[in-house]
């Protein structure tokens, strides 16, 4: 397998599928995180005597072509965390004139082609699409660790083109580094902490988490189905009951393999889902009728604590509250806390998909944590035990 460390790339196109997919309003970047995540890469890429071709989707385009979502609009955004670096566009990715402006390439120089998606050939990972990508360059670098989990065109299928001249770029690298750091080769005490809304969306991630953790604190909205599968009164709070059998059979599960199974025992409960709700805490298997389990209560967060401050490698994803209220977001506070103490205590901890990267975020404990994970659906799939495409298609 190539790395981007030791590739030769002076002379070369490096075709380098990025996540570019930045939140926009009004043809502006609100949030070039994804941006700046792929800058080493690019800089390497130049530095080495390279020139480039930019692949990306941006959003959910549903007919082909539109201004909206071309990616046109980012180049400013690109160029400025490039130290003024020009970036070319090349239009349309099926174009005449990609393909020209490709072929003409120099080293040093960028060029980015417009929206992947615009094409449905693209998410169905259709192989003549993906060898007209390939013919634009002369070796192909994945760094787009959020699509990683699709196997699209521009994601796996074009690495099929480039067998000895195909790399992860340093987001994928740095991601797959931390993710097996923690599911392959964890420091014991490992403790993962699931929170979220539904043990439904996280049941698969639960069972392959179990058979490798220590510890497993259950959180947030998914702990009222538990309660009310043992028995519990949950009021009002989220519950699913189709999933008390599952529920269940985690509890035997963990008892089996050995592994502590943390549930929280109390429970901050508001008397309706607002931010202004009246406020009450009481034991998470009693919770009165139109009442709802909002957040994690003082015992639930002493428990957590102590497992957490205890660990060597921490793994969080899902808050353990209505974290998007602020009155409701004391636990996934306390959470956060927790995990940047027993960081500073010489653990390492990942935290990562969708939510919990915004709540470390809302906190200002980001850079406090051992890494935080762009991906948010592909690291849950990373956590079920499934290989992603995108990291098969360099592997193997
Ligand atoms: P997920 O996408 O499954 O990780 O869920 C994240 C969402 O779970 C966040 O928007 C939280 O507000 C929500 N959540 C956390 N705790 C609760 C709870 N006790 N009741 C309802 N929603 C919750």
Redesign the pocket.
Do not use: R
């Given at each position: 397998m190539q790395s981007i460390d030791t590739y030769a790339f002076k002379g070369k196109r490096a075709l380098i599928r990025v996540d570019f997919n930045v939140p926009m309003n009004e043809g502006q970047v609100t949030d070039d995180t994804r941006i700046r995540a792929a800058i080493p890469t690019l800089k390497k890429v130049l530095a080495e005597g390279g020139s480039i071709v930019l692949l990306s989707h941006m959003g959910r385009p549903k007919d082909g072509p539109s201004e909206k979502l071309s990616l046109k609009q980012i180049i400013p955004t690109i160029e400025k965390n490039l130290d003024g670096h020009k970036v070319l566009f090349g239009g349309d990715c099926m174009s005449e004139q990609a393909a020209e402006m490709a072929k003409q390439l120099k080293d040093g120089e960028i060029l980015l082609l417009d929206n992947l998606r615009f094409y449905k050939e693209e998410e169905k990972g259709d192989e003549e699409f993906a060898r007209k990508l390939a013919s634009y360059g002369d070796c192909y670098i994945n760094d787009a660790f959020g699509t990683a989990h699709r196997r699209h065109a521009s994601t796996a299928v074009i690495a099929d083109f480039f067998p000895n001249d195909k790399m992860f770029g340093y987001v994928m690298e740095g991601e797959i580094n931390a993710i097996d750091k923690v599911l392959k080769n964890p420091q014991r005490p490992f403790t993962a902490i699931l929170?979220?809304?539904?043990i439904s969306?996280?049941i698969t991630v639960i069972e392959n988490l179990l058979t490798k953790v220590d510890n497993l604190i259950i959180?947030?909205?998914m702990?009222?189905t538990f309660m009310a599968a043992q028995g519990g009164k949950v009021g009002s709070?989220?519950c699913e009951p189709d999933q008390f059998n599952t529920a269940l059979r985690v509890i035997e599960r963990a008892k089996e393999l050995g592994v502590n199974l943390v549930q929280g025992v109390d429970?901050i409960c508001g008397d309706r889902?607002a931010n202004d709700a009246d406020q009450k805490t009481f034991s998470a298997m009693d919770i009165p009728e139109g009442w709802?389990?909002?957040?994690a209560g003082q015992q639930a967060i002493k428990d957590f604590d102590k497992v957490i401050l205890e660990s060597k490698t921490i793994l969080w994803?899902?808050?353990?509250?209505?974290?998007?209220?602020d009155r409701?977001a004391e636990g996934s506070r306390a959470v956060s806390e927790s995990i940047v103490k027993a960081t500073d205590k010489g653990a390492y901890s990942l935290i990562g998909?969708?939510?919990?990267v915004a709540c470390i975020n809302k906190f200002g404990l980001a850079d406090k944590v051992s890494y935080v994970s762009t991906g948010g659906g592909a690291l849950l799939e990373y956590m079920e035990g499934v290989e992603l495409p995108g990291v098969a298609a360099i592997r193997g």
């Open positions: 929170g979220g809304s539904k969306s996280k959180g947030g909205g702990t009222f709070s989220l429970a889902f709802m389990g909002l957040d994803n899902g808050p353990v509250g209505v974290f998007e209220f409701f998909g969708g939510d919990s």
